[in-house]
């Protein structure tokens, strides 16, 4: 059974950092396009990063340089590095997984394979 799992939530303050980490199981992904989106209460899951197997990447403008999307195929793991954090990044944060063709794979349909979510809670 395919299987994406994520880990690195927690309580942070802002200003904060904190890593997630998406770990697969089942199957490889190393070709396979790895997002990252969120969801906040009361709102719809929204994107926040991609990373191509080529390595490159794409994020929300909300935040472009502050979060760092990475992949490491040897370790078949992803991860987003979230800095300089924000009340408003509060969320449920998820690890999916696309085979889609497209340029701008931002919406969660383009996604095949989800993980279960990390919740990552940012204080004031």
């Known amino acids: 059974q395919v299987q994406l799992v994520e880990s690195g939530g927690g309580l942070v303050q802002a200003g904060g950092s904190l890593r997630l980490s998406c770990a697969p199981s089942?199957?490889?992904?190393?070709?396979?396009?790895m997002g990252w989106f969120r969801q906040a209460p009361g709102k719809e899951r929204a994107f926040v990063a991609f990373?191509?197997?080529?390595?490159?990447?794409s994020y929300t403008d909300l935040v472009k340089g502050r979060f760092t999307i990475s992949r490491d195929n040897a370790k078949n793991t992803v991860y987003l590095q979230m800095n300089s954090l924000i009340p408003e990044d509060t969320a449920i944060y998820y690890c999916?997984?696309?085979?889609?063709?497209?340029?701008?794979?931002?919406?969660?349909?383009?996604?095949?394979?989800w993980g279960q979510g990390t919740q990552v809670t940012v204080s004031s």
């Open positions: 990373i191509r197997s080529t390595g490159t990447t």
């Open positions: 089942g199957r490889s992904f190393r070709s396979a396009v």
């Open positions: 999916a997984a696309s085979y889609a063709l497209g340029n701008t794979l931002t919406t969660p349909l383009d996604y095949t394979y």
